[in-house]
């Protein structure tokens, strides 16, 4: 196998999901103006939705705006993406931890302040912390066999339908829990068009009831050192970038 290509780290991510029917508008604009120096260009998601037209009886498909907004950095590769009860941080990995962990704390202190119910606060059920690993290559030309990068992927039969090569595979596994509490590790390895593998690691919080981050700074420190390790318990020796 050459050494030329191996999985980097291309991004970190971090996905917080809470509980609750209150949502304040007008804390998107503020939540903005806090961020509008690092991620200037905002965005309002869309999808298209059936609708019946009275004047004409007729079904019409129309773009129709979500409650999703994003903040996008200058270079479009990392975002904060804000709608009801779910925050997601996704940042480009620069070679400064210190710095991306920073920015999700903040994000997460200020979605908490312009989003939280006024009279009931909100309940923070997961937490979930992502590590997303590139691979490239030219699909034009090579064909990549994972199993000489990693020690986890996927066993697809020859000759099942559909075997373009594409594929998407996601497996998690509970580490610790019970009926209302949950930690997990979860793989993800997806091989996309254009001569892209993504090899995700995430380490996921799930409490029922809801919980407090007491302690951000700690809880992003363990889940950034545990993620790295299991890195490097799956990528093989020529497999990742040093």
């Known amino acids: 196998m050459s050494n030329k290509k191996s999985f980097y780290l291309n991004e970190i991510s971090c996905e917080f999901q809470f509980e609750g029917d209150y949502w304040n508008y007008k804390g998107i604009d503020k939540m903005y103006e806090e961020f509008k120096d690092e991620f200037p260009q905002r965005m309002v998601s869309s999808e298209t939705k059936a609708l019946y037209n009275k004047e004409t009886n007729k079904i019409e498909h129309v773009l129709v705006e979500t409650s999703e907004v994003s903040f996008y950095n200058k270079d479009m590769f990392s975002s904060i993406i804000v709608e009801p009860n779910h925050l997601i941080v996704i940042l480009k990995w620069n070679n400064d931890w210190l710095s991306i962990k920073k920015t999700i704390i903040r994000a997460f202190e200020v979605y908490k302040k312009f989003f939280d119910d006024p009279n009931k606060g909100s309940?923070?059920?997961?937490?979930?912390?992502?590590?997303?690993?590139?691979?490239?290559?030219?699909?034009?030309?090579?064909?990549?066999?994972?199993?000489?990068?990693?020690?986890?992927?996927?066993?697809?039969p020859k000759g099942m339908e559909g075997d373009d090569g594409l594929f998407s595979y996601y497996a998690p596994k509970i580490i610790k829990g019970d009926e209302g509490y949950q930690e997990q590790?979860?793989?993800?390895?997806?091989?996309?068009?254009?001569?892209v593998i993504v090899f995700s690691i995430g380490y996921a919080r799930m409490i029922k009831l809801g919980f407090e981050m007491e302690n951000l700074d700690s809880w992003f420190e363990d889940a950034h050192n545990k993620v790295s390790e299991i890195f490097s318990l799956c990528a093989k020796k020529g497999g990742r970038k040093r």
């Open 123 to 156: 309940i923070l059920r997961t937490i979930a912390f992502w590590h997303n690993y590139y691979l490239e290559y030219d699909f034009k030309k090579e064909k990549i066999n994972i199993k000489h990068y990693l020690k986890f992927y996927p066993v697809i």
């Open 185 to 195: 590790i979860i793989l993800s390895l997806q091989r996309q068009l254009f001569g």
